[in-house]
Nanobody
Framework: QLQLVESGGGLVQPGGSLRLSCTVS????????IGWFRQAPGKEREGVSC????????KYADSVKGRFTISRDNAKNTVYLQMNSLNPEDTAIYYC????????????????????WGQGTQVTVSS
């Protein structure tokens, strides 16, 4: 059974950092683009970042560029989202999602419709 599990969320003060993990089971990451998305109360889901299957390409939403870093360890079947300089506007449920894309190892996009989703992890930035 294909499964993605996020972890690492929590409560952090403004200016703080968190590292989210997305661990997959039931498949290997080699042919999958992984994206991080978030949804704040009353807002639409937003694509935050993505990483290509090879890890050679990454993209970030303008709102997180320079503060967030996505990485992957295919050997551990895990993708990470390092979040620094957090502010209250980053408060949301964060989801990771996988898109099967074996055609181009450098492709990634958060506008595609992922094939699989995790259950989400809550990130709250508050003093």
């Amino acid at each position: 059974q294909l499964q993605l599990v996020e972890s690492g969320g929590g409560l952090v003060q403004p200016g703080g950092s968190l590292r989210l993990s997305c661990t997959v089971s039931g498949f290997t990451l080699d042919a999958y683009v992984i994206g991080w998305f978030r949804q704040a109360p009353g807002k639409e889901r937003e694509g935050v970042s993505c990483i290509s299957s090879s890890g050679g390409s990454t993209k970030y939403a303008d709102s997180v560029k320079g503060r967030f870093t996505i990485s992957r360890d295919n050997a551990k079947n895990t993708v990470y989202l390092q979040m620094n300089s957090l502010n209250p506007e980053d408060t949301a449920i964060y989801y990771c999602a996988a898109t099967y894309y074996p055609y181009n190892s450098r492709y990634c996009a958060t506008t595609a419709s992922p094939d699989y989703w995790g259950q989400g992890t809550q990130v709250t930035v508050s003093s």
